[in-house]
């Protein structure tokens, strides 16, 4: 198989005169000149190779050396070192080699498990590429988080809608690429701040909370404390469905939601460029969203009291 490897590899070599045809590479005069001078040389050399490849090699001319050289020691060794080296290169030219070849029956236990151990090699290349095209794919084919529905995967499996239910719509996400939601740290972090929040907007001096934060309780008790949502959730709800408040779900559909995340998404989008040109144009101090009031914490509930009241007109 090896002798077979290297015939082959041989077989594959180019030939010597291929590069000439690199010639149609050469742009301009100069660089063309110099590949012309470059071919004649090659011919040059070739034809004194071919003259001289059929003659005889020349002798050493021992006697001649030694008129030259002083120093007969040293003569005398690179001569028999000379004549030692012919007879063994003419001891070897001279041997059989595909006999010797075929008479080496051992050894090749060696290089069979080297093959062997290649190929499994290969094998595990291949499975894991496979894994990794597979994987890629499934991520590229994977749908939107605007595409989630309560009615398909999420009510067969508890704990993503659990994780679904917790993590996209529950808790901020500023900064959940460096803390973890599921560490102890951030269950200390999100219970503290809930008590603040709690004793802020609540105003009840509820402290014993039963072991339970917000995103476990019902769905009343996070709007009793967070209004802004339930406003928002509510006005969503009653155009989407075109329904009566006193029948709004305790749950929403998950997919309904998404939406609402996509249609603020979009408005910000929508008004933050509104708000850069006037900003750029006017080079004033301070600029300030369409639809937001301009001191939010003092006039933003009259604010919105007048738009909802002008929207409610229309």
Known sequence: MMRRGIRSSLRALPRRDRWHMLQEYAVGESNQEEFRKLRVRDGQVTTLVDSTSSAAAKTIDWAAWDSRISNKEVLGCLKSFHEQQSVLLETVLKEDHSASIKKQTEGWELFDAAVTSCQKSVEKSEQILQNGARALWISFQNPPISMLSQSEWLDAD?????????????????????????????????????????????????????????????????????????????????????????????????????????????????????????????????????????????????????????????
């Open 158 to 314: 508890q704990y993503w809608q659990a994780f679904v239910e917790k993590h996209h719509f529950y808790h901020n996400h500023l900064l959940s690429a460096v803390e973890d939601p599921e560490s102890k740290d951030y269950d200390a972090k999100t219970k503290a701040d809930l008590k603040k929040r709690w004793e802020t907007f609540d105003g009840r001096g509820t402290t014993r909370q039963n072991n339970k934060l917000l995103y476990q309780r019902p769905s009343f008790e996070y709007y009793d404390v967070f209004r802004g949502p339930l406003i928002e959730h509510m006005i969503f709800y009653l155009t989407k469905t075109g329904g009566d408040a006193r029948t709004f779900p305790e749950m929403m559909p998950t997919k309904w939601y998404a939406e609402i995340y996509d249609i603020r998404f979009k408005l910000y989008n929508v008004l933050q460029r509104r708000k850069r040109q006037v900003h750029e144009a006017s080079w004033s101090r301070e600029a300030f969203h369409d639809f937001h009031p301009h001191d939010l914490e003092h006039d933003g509930e009259a604010y919105y009291s007048k738009l909802i009241a002008k929207e409610a007109a229309v």
